[in-house]
């Protein structure tokens, strides 16, 4: 469905659990470079804030903009993507996960963050499932 809409070179999901503090990729498309399951504590940053607030899709474009916001951004590059697509999933309120879609610079237009927007039901559906399930469900 990302990579048919607003397209997609990477595509991750991070649940987000603001009481522990911490990010848990709960799916990639690219599982050797980006392995599901992995936990990080949530960063101090600009991106994080936004996200956070549910201020809508945050677009860093360009290999500046991600150098200046990802501490990955080496491995982004080699996966030849320059611009990532956050993309906040919220549910009744509270911030539960963040969609994230990555391609080359200038990819995502105006017309293709609103197709992003649209993923937003389906992965609100997949973070609630994970949530209620878990690792029980498997596909």
């Not at 599901?36 to 504590?41: D, R």
């Not at 916001?69 to 030849?80: R, V």
């Not at 963040?98 to 389906?122: D, F, Q, V």
Request: one cysteine or more; proline letters at 5%.
């Amino acid at each position: 469905m990302a990579a048919a809409g607003p397209g997609v070179k990477l595509f991750t999901a991070l649940t987000i659990d603001q009481t522990a503090g911490l990010l848990r990729r709960s799916f990639s498309n690219m599982p050797d470079a980006y392995p599901a399951k992995g936990t990080k504590k949530i960063a101090d940053t600009t991106i994080t804030g936004h996200l956070l607030a549910d201020a809508g899709p945050v677009l860093s474009d360009g290999r500046e903009a991600v150098e200046a916001n990802f501490y990955d951004h080496e491995l982004i590059f080699s996966l030849g993507c320059e611009s990532c697509l956050n993309v906040p999933i919220t549910v009744a309120g509270e911030v539960i996960g963040s969609i994230n879609l990555l391609h080359a610079a200038g990819h995502y237009t105006p017309e293709r963050i609103e197709a992003a927007k649209a993923l937003r039901l389906p992965a609100v559906a997949a973070f609630l499932i994970e949530r209620q399930w878990g690792d029980a469900l498997t596909v």
